[in-house]
């Protein structure tokens, strides 16, 4: 699911109210999980929140407005460092235009300016400029839907051809016999399964640790931190100004789950001996592959995994339990 920031002036706060109820279908749907600063409680570091919630969003909407580029705050700290990511491609931007301003000429980092870029709702027409902001709001969050919707059976696409794929979910070589020429596959061995799983972790911390990079990357607050504790197991964990706003282990083997792939949300020094979600081995028609019937998160994916389905599908719980801490 993508994770949307919404960047906007407190002057502004009655549209982003009426922007976030239109959103509101696309999370019912699974698109979209929103944050914007509305929705800290009371006692929480404003900052460092925001700041972390941003570098953790895939896509950041910008609510813009005269008073929003008048903002230091906005325009510096969450504007700039929202383009700064998509120039990385590590977010994506959308401009939703509240009430008519000189906005063209912005300068958002690297030379460039906002005309350069594809405003909502239609034509950059401000909200306030159509006959009512409801049928403003509707288009431009159509086209965000629009957007999702794409990614989404982008993604689906990629995860199909790389299932069929024999290096992504093992097809065992048939045995040139008989039942091979009545077309009955060959089962998967153990050693098959055995390298499956090893494949799946294998994956699975490297994204960590790419990841964790790349969220190290995107603010100064944010700190991260890597162990791979040895062949079979390995510990992820965030920092927001040093607090610790994040942890996991993931491993596999062991007595109790042999053939699955175990995330705890304790200690790095897990002991293997209780877990928050797995997802074990499973025979498919196309081979091995990570069984989601039983996962553990909210979300659910929508069929077996492969490799990398497995490793996204962690990665994003830890997210998850990241964002959690810091609203």
């Keep these: 699911m993508t994770t949307g920031f919404i960047s906007y002036t407190h002057a502004d706060t009655a549209l982003k109210e009426q922007l976030v109820q239109h959103l509101a279908p696309l999370q019912r749907e699974g698109l979209i999980d929103i944050w914007h600063d509305g929705m800290l409680r009371p006692g929480e570091h404003l900052d460092p929140a925001v700041q972390a919630a941003l570098a953790a969003s895939d896509l950041v909407i910008l609510?813009?407005?005269?008073?929003?580029?008048?903002?230091?705050?906005?325009?510096?700290?969450?504007?700039?460092?929202?383009?700064?990511?998509?120039?990385?491609?590590?977010?994506?931007?959308?401009?939703?235009?509240?009430?008519?301003?000189?906005?063209?000429?912005?300068?958002?980092?690297?030379?460039?300016?906002?005309?350069?870029?594809?405003?909502?709702?239609?034509?950059?027409?401000?909200?306030?400029?159509?006959?009512d902001a409801d049928t403003a709001f509707d288009n431009a969050v159509g086209a965000i839907r629009d957007m999702l919707k794409a990614d989404r059976a982008r993604s689906a696409r990629t995860t199909d051809a790389r299932t069929l794929q024999p290096n992504t979910a093992i097809s065992t070589p048939r045995p040139a016999n008989a039942s091979n020429l009545l077309g009955i596959a060959a089962k998967p061995t153990d050693l098959d399964r055995d390298r499956f799983l090893?494949?799946?972790?294998?994956?699975?911390?490297?994204?960590?640790?790419?990841?964790?990079?790349?969220?190290?990357?995107?603010?100064?607050?944010?700190d991260t931190d890597f162990e791979r504790i040895d062949s079979r197991s390995f510990a992820a964990s965030a920092y927001l100004d040093g607090k610790r706003v994040g942890q996991v282990s993931i491993w596999h083997g062991g007595d109790m789950w042999r053939n699955a792939l175990c995330l705890s949300y304790d200690t790095a020094t897990s002991t293997r001996n209780s877990m928050n979600d797995w997802l074990p081995i499973e025979d498919t028609p196309h081979g091995l592959a990570f069984g989601a019937r039983n996962a553990m998160s909210h979300v659910r994916?929508?069929?077996?995994?492969?490799?990398?389905?497995?490793a996204a599908y962690f990665w994003d719980n830890f997210l998850d339990q990241v964002r959690s801490r810091i609203r």
């Design 63 to 131: 609510l813009l407005s005269a008073a929003f580029v008048a903002s230091e705050y906005c325009y510096e700290q969450e504007m700039m460092r929202a383009f700064a990511r998509q120039r990385d491609g590590t977010a994506r931007v959308v401009s939703i235009f509240l009430r008519p301003c000189q906005w063209k000429g912005v300068p958002v980092g690297d030379g460039q300016t906002l005309s350069e870029f594809v405003a909502l709702p239609k034509d950059g027409k401000p909200v306030i400029s159509w006959p």
């Design 301 to 310: 994916p929508d069929g077996p995994l492969d490799a990398a389905g497995a």
């Design 198 to 222: 090893r494949e799946g972790f294998q994956t699975t911390a490297a994204l960590f640790e790419q990841k964790l990079a790349e969220l190290k990357a995107s603010d100064p607050r944010i």
